[in-house]
């Protein structure tokens, strides 16, 4: 099962790599929508897991423990928000950046929820 976890977690991390690389080809703003969209994504994702096949289930750990954990990634969002925070003339970026973060994969978890139960 760890190999499952870990393996999800490679595929998930090169998935992430892939999709951030391709929006910030397309969009050209100051807020780093790529790492918005991946964890509002993922997010969704791991809610869809949790309610459909339940928390301690094999694919949750697999496909929401390894997969999503390894695709989206908290850690950029915090050091991405605090850039623009402490950026000249964008610190409402970084305040828009970290609450839309925040508040948004949190309703998008809930609406995966949702869908999957």
Do not use: Q, Y
């Not at 790529?34 to 094999?58: C, M, R």
């Amino acid at each position: 099962m760890m190999l499952w976890i870990a393996l999800g977690g490679g595929t998930g991390a090169l998935l992430r790599c892939v999709l951030d690389t391709w929006i910030a080809a397309r969009v050209r703003v100051r807020v780093p929508v790529g790492t918005l969209v991946i964890n509002l994504l993922g997010s969704f994702v791991l809610g869809l897991l949790v309610g459909h096949f339940g928390h301690a289930s094999e694919a949750t750990k697999v496909l929401g423990t390894g997969a999503m954990g390894g695709f989206t990634t908290f850690s950029a969002a915090s050091v991405e928000s605090a850039r623009l925070l402490l950026a000249p003339k964008v610190h409402w970026a970084g305040v828009v950046h970290a609450l839309g973060m925040v508040i948004g994969s949190v309703l998008v978890a809930a609406l995966g929820l949702c869908v999957g139960g």
